[in-house]
């Protein structure tokens, strides 16, 4: 059981990881630093390629970040107290929350700008959630009863 308990830390580590790193490489996509609002400032060839890029970096980022959550919940099932499953399960709801906003505002208007805000968000959102919830969840899962 304790070998199983580090291979779900672990993975919840690499899982981290490869959230971070999806969030980084969707702010890098734009490369304007600020300057504009709105993708409709910029040229029309700069703005298809930069669109198409986010748009499929923010399809995987909901996706990995929601298959994240599911496996989280598995993890938390029998190793963890109902109350921080319960506030977990909801935090993970709220970060479920934001990144619909984030892509129905996208595919309303295609904004990449208002897109990196909103991953900005969420990048907040998940590093104070691996600070509240995931570090208390490594810990029941590593020293289980």
């Given at each position: 059981?304790?070998?199983?308990?580090?291979d779900?830390v672990?993975?919840?580590?690499?899982?981290?990881?490869?959230?971070?790193?999806?969030?980084?490489?969707?702010?890098?996509?734009?490369?304007?630093?600020?300057?504009?609002?709105?993708c409709?400032?910029?040229?029309?060839?700069?703005?298809?390629s930069?669109?198409?890029?986010?748009?499929?970096?923010?399809r995987?980022?909901?996706?990995?970040?929601?298959?994240?959550?599911?496996?989280?919940?598995?993890?938390?099932?029998?190793?963890?107290?109902?109350?921080?499953?319960?506030?977990?399960?909801?935090?993970?709801?709220?970060?479920?929350?934001?990144?619909?906003?984030?892509?129905?505002?996208?595919?309303?208007?295609?904004n990449c700008v208002?897109?990196?805000?909103?991953?900005?968000?969420?990048?907040?959102?998940?590093?104070?959630?691996?600070?509240?919830?995931?570090?208390?969840?490594e810990?029941?899962?590593?020293?289980p009863?």
């Amino acid at each position: 059981m304790h070998l199983i308990c580090n291979d779900a830390v672990d993975r919840m580590h690499r899982d981290h990881a490869y959230l971070l790193d999806l969030i980084q490489r969707i702010k890098s996509v734009c490369d304007r630093d600020d300057s504009i609002d709105n993708c409709r400032d910029c040229p029309s060839g700069h703005r298809e390629s930069c669109h198409s890029n986010i748009e499929q970096l923010v399809r995987t980022f909901v996706e990995a970040t929601l298959k994240h959550n599911a496996i989280e919940s598995v993890y938390m099932a029998d190793n963890v107290p109902k109350a921080h499953r319960v506030a977990h399960n909801q935090a993970h709801q709220g970060i479920a929350t934001q990144l619909q906003a984030i892509r129905l505002v996208f595919s309303a208007d295609g904004n990449c700008v208002l897109a990196i805000q909103g991953i900005d968000e969420v990048q907040h959102a998940l590093q104070a959630h691996f600070r509240e919830f995931d570090q208390h969840l490594e810990a029941y899962l590593s020293n289980p009863s």
